[in-house]
């Protein structure tokens, strides 16, 4: 069994930073990602970063202002998120792949584990 317990969510203006962290308790060795769904939207992959290669993988619109990384010695993984607009306002969910399925990344069949979720709201 994984658990996984998200952080850091909150209200901050354009332009500006925030990060989110997920704790992990269980099995460690998951792929992990960040989804994030606003009102009326589907889940989108946000990032991603695979075990063992530690390869990471963003969504164009986060490219460049977003970075996914992982704390092993902490069982955590975070979410540092810059220069954020008012269309990164959505629930920002941790994902884990405790199987290695073989869907893309930005796929949520290939999680099969979920936090509940944090809140991120970026005002104009």
């Known amino acids: 069994q994984v658990q996984l317990v998200e952080s850091g969510g909150g209200s901050v203006q354009a332009g500006g930073s925030l990060r989110l962290s997920c704790l992990v308790s269980?099995?460690?060795?998951?792929?992990m990602a960040w989804f994030r769904q606003a009102p009326g939207k589907e889940r989108e992959g946000v990032a991603v970063?695979?075990?063992?290669?530690?390869?990471?993988y963003y969504a164009e619109s986060v490219k460049g202002r977003f970075t996914i990384s992982r704390d092993n010695a902490k069982n955590t993984v975070h979410l540092q998120m810059n220069s954020l607009k008012p269309e990164d306002t959505a629930i920002y969910y941790c994902?884990?792949?405790?199987?290695?399925?073989?869907?893309?990344?930005?796929?949520?069949?290939?999680?099969?584990?979920w936090g509940h979720g944090a809140q991120v709201t970026v005002s104009s």
């Open positions: 994902a884990a792949d405790s199987l290695g399925r073989a869907d893309r990344w930005s796929s949520p069949m290939k999680y099969n584990y």
């Open positions: 269980g099995y460690s060795r998951n792929t």
């Open positions: 970063q695979y075990t063992g290669s530690g390869n990471t």
